[in-house]
């Protein structure tokens, strides 16, 4: 009998959550899958005949302002309202949840809503029934009770495998924790292997200006990334800057590294920008020799697809991940840009590419429990 599934996740037209959406939604044809997002941050599966589009809520003009001006968590509180009446319509029909993304549990301590409560509400209105929290990290997170909160949200899972070793060791108390390399390890695409375009160069940007750890190695991020790219143009290198997900400002970072070049490299410049067509996104990744990579699911995509990249990391979970994996080669952290050098890059050219093949298999292992209860 045919199951359905309510996902929940990261909606918001980025290239690392769709990819999981992607990998999802094709592995169970024969299952129907309800998601509530905002029409246009789901245009990259809206076309799967498994899946069951519900409209998010949404907020008036004056709404919004209330929620800038006079009550900051006015859209937070009535978001769980309004979330709650959507639930009600359909939650007859739902037999099981997939909570399926990679930075799902990150504390904001400027919330006065407890992070926790969105879960607590999908059991409050759907009861317990069956809950998979899949492809995900923890953290970073500063309170005690955060976690707490969790370990009492996990406890009631039927099935929780992060993508890291770190993240999963934080549970290790509970039986129902497993960990699998990241799920986009397992991605199939038929541009996945296409030839490379000889002596070319892609970079993923984030706009790390707007990230309070990080606003303060901004200049010297995009200062960075500005010479080594005219020092490739100056070597006949071919460009394209990628921009993962324009609401968390990447096409903005673009800007600003651009702001710092030339007009003339800039017009020797391609900008691909992620509007909900993956395939051509990726198609166009895929075709690049080597990689800068802020991204960390850029990162993971030039390691299945033999690129040769050059990690910045931005947030642990990417060297717990490189950890995780074996990478030999070279990264520099934001916090260390003085190690990014052009020297640093063109080393990592040069050097062998760690290999990941055995990785995709494993990557799997992430859907082994949610396998057997949609029985395939």
Do not use: W
Request: a negative charge; glycine letters at 4%; charged letters at 25%.
């Amino acid at each position: 009998m045919k199951k359905n599934i309510l996902v929940t996740g990261y909606f918001n037209l980025n290239v690392g959550d769709d990819i999981f959406f992607k990998i999802l939604f094709e592995r169970y044809p024969h299952s129907n899958f309800y998601v509530i997002a905002p029409s246009k941050k789901a245009l990259s599966f809206r076309h799967y005949g498994n899946v069951t589009h519900n409209e998010s809520p949404k907020f008036s003009l004056v709404e919004r302002v209330v929620n800038k001006f006079i009550l900051k968590d006015y859209i937070s509180n009535n978001y769980s309202l309004k979330y709650k009446k959507i639930l009600d319509n359909i939650h007859t029909k739902i037999d099981g949840i997939v909570s399926i993304g990679g930075s799902l549990f990150i504390e904001n301590t400027d919330s006065k809503i407890p992070h926790s409560s969105f879960y607590q509400d999908l059991y409050d209105i759907l009861g317990e029934i069956p809950h998979f929290f899949l492809g995900c990290n923890f953290g970073p997170y500063v309170n005690f009770t955060f976690k707490k909160d969790y370990d009492e949200i996990f406890s009631s899972a039927t099935d929780i495998c992060f993508r890291d070793t770190y993240s999963a060791n934080l549970f290790n108390d509970l039986s129902n924790v497993r960990v699998a390399p990241d799920i986009v390890f397992g991605l199939e695409h038929e541009n996945l292997h296409c030839e490379k375009i000889r002596h070319s160069i892609g970079v993923s940007l984030m706009d790390i200006s707007k990230r309070n750890h990080l606003a303060n190695f901004s200049e010297d991020y995009f200062t960075k990334i500005s010479d080594l790219l005219s020092k490739k143009i100056a070597l006949g290198n071919f460009v394209r800057l990628f921009s993962f997900c324009n609401e968390d400002g990447d096409e903005s970072a673009i800007k600003k590294l651009l702001s710092k070049m030339e007009d003339n490299e800039v017009n020797k410049i391609q900008i691909i920008e992620y509007n909900g067509d993956l395939d051509t996104f990726l198609k166009l990744f895929f075709e690049m020799e080597s990689m800068v990579c802020t991204r960390f699911h850029a990162m993971i995509l030039g390691l299945i697809s033999n690129q040769k990249i050059y990690p910045i990391i931005y947030s642990d979970k990417m060297i717990n991940t490189l950890n995780d994996i074996g990478y030999i080669n070279s990264f520099s952290r934001m916090d260390d840009l003085a190690s990014f050098t052009i020297e640093s890059y063109l080393a990592n050219e040069n050097n062998p590419i760690t290999k990941v093949e055995d990785l995709k298999e494993s990557s799997t292992l992430h859907f082994k429990e949610l396998d057997k209860f949609l029985k395939i």
